[in-house]
């Protein structure tokens, strides 16, 4: 009989051992579902935040790139116009120091011609008084077209430098800008692959989840019922046995008194 009781408290305790390991099993892999099924979908949303992320900075790099065609394009066209303006000012500018040099030779020549006197030759008194001022109003007429054309290209090459140098800052600041973006776009996509493979992970734990959850459940269908029988065979043989040591001490007392009978 006591072998039977140690054999049953030992049946009992592996029954309820195994029922709560069980339980908490179970309990375990449905929290386990639960917080997989709430990251899964903020995966998704980070998934989907971070390409438009990256179609925006290679959108970024693109605008860039077309940004510095069309300045180099401007600057070019720009550049060939200011240098057939600057030819066409220096060519300008040589023809006047010519007649310049011309008209001084005149000048220097009539009043030479103005100041010779001879015995022999009869000149009117005022030819030289006549045609040196004319000549000195061309010369002075030509200087100032001469300084007008060269502040012209003075203003042109001014404008040139100031052009070439703010096209110089757009590329360099484009340069920055892209080079911040590109690393932008570097960390974007390194994160997206995280989250992708954090994402496939997680899918298929949640599958794994799944799967033991529904052993476990199972489990525990059918570890249930043997728990009860132990328990309700313990209870009918507890009956027995009081049942017996009652007959046992009805007996006892009848042959120990004989009368009472």
């Not at 195994?18 to 995966?43: F, M, W, Y």
């Not at 484009?174 to 390194?190: D, I, S, Y």
């Not at 459940?217 to 040591?245: G, H, M, V, W």
Request: charged residues 30%.
């Amino acid at each position: 009989l006591e072998f039977r009781r140690v054999l049953f408290r030992s049946q009992k305790a592996t029954s309820n051992s195994n029922l709560g390991e069980a339980t908490e099993a179970k309990t375990g892999r449905t929290a386990t579902i639960a917080s997989l099924e709430q990251e899964i979908p903020r995966l998704e949303t980070s998934i989907q935040m971070t390409t438009r992320e990256i179609e925006f900075a290679k959108e970024t790099l693109t605008r860039i790139a077309d940004e510095n065609v069309a300045a180099s394009a401007v600057r070019s066209t720009a550049s060939e116009e200011f240098n057939r303006a600057k030819g066409d000012h220096e060519e300008v500018i040589r023809a006047l120091d010519s007649a310049l040099s011309a008209l001084n030779g005149v000048r220097f020549s009539l009043a030479q011609t103005g100041t010779k006197t001879t015995h022999t030759t009869k000149q009117s008194p005022f030819t030289a008084v006549s045609e040196a001022p004319a000549a000195a109003s061309a010369v002075q007429l030509l200087q100032d077209l001469r300084n007008q054309y060269f502040a012209a290209k003075t203003d042109l090459e001014n404008e040139e430098a100031d052009q070439q140098a703010a096209y110089q800052q757009t590329l360099q600041a484009n340069e920055v800008f892209r080079r911040a973006t590109q690393q932008t776009l570097h960390t974007k996509e390194a994160e997206l692959r995280q989250f992708k493979q954090r994402k496939t992970e997680a899918l298929n734990e949640l599958d794994g989840a799944k799967v033991e959850l529904g052993q476990v459940t199972q489990y525990l269908a059918d570890l249930r019922p043997s728990c009860d029988d132990i328990r309700s065979t313990f209870e009918e043989r507890k009956k027995r046995r009081e049942a017996e040591i009652a007959a046992l001490k009805e007996a006892l007392s009848v042959i120990s008194d004989p009368a009472a009978s």
